[in-house]
């Protein structure tokens, strides 16, 4: 693939994404960021909203 194909994949790729920042207060969750900085987070948070959606009975 050349350049400018691979720079639009990345273009069109990148525009089905969202971000979702999360702050950590370095002083007072230390411990969460420590945590957090230890393990895939985006993939672990992923996993974690998936269990708590399958948790949460169907509006009806």
């Known amino acids: 693939m050349n350049a400018k194909k691979l720079e639009t994949a990345r273009e069109r790729y990148e525009t089905k994404r969202k971000i979702k920042p999360v702050s950590f207060n370095t002083e007072t969750e ?21 269990q708590e959606m399958d948790t949460q009975s169907p509006e009806e």
């Not at 230390?30 to 998936?50: C, P, R």
């Open 30 to 50: 230390a411990d969460l960021l420590e945590y957090a900085n230890s393990l895939d987070f985006s993939e672990w948070t992923k996993q974690k909203l998936k």
